[in-house]
């Protein structure tokens, strides 16, 4: 099932920044400037979903640890997690 568009976060638009789905619907790339910096990217788990964040730059990634039950709610986790690790 493909995600809708996302809503834009006020941490994230306040600083130029924008979410942008992806045309495969599992995925949300994170852009600050000219190029999307992070990817939001939808696992499935356990018969629902979890969520990987990817440093697009380096491949350096970490994950929530947590389950989600639609790919929405999973990547909306992600881009909160996102948010807590920059200390935004």
């Known amino acids: 099932m493909a995600t809708s568009t996302p809503t834009q976060p006020q941490w994230l ?3 130029g ?3 942008v789905p992806s045309s495969n619907g599992q995925s949300w790339l994170v852009d600050l400037g000219a190029e999307p910096a992070y990817a939001l990217v939808a696992i499935p788990a356990e018969g629902k979903h ?3 964040v990817l440093e697009t730059i380096n491949g350096k990634q970490f994950t929530t640890g947590k389950v989600y039950p639609t790919i929405q709610a999973a990547l909306e986790a992600g ?3 996102l948010r807590e690790k920059m200390g935004w």
């Open 13 to 15: 638009s306040c600083r």
């Open 17 to 19: 920044g924008k979410l």
């Open 50 to 52: 979890t969520v990987k």
């Open 79 to 81: 881009a909160e997690a």
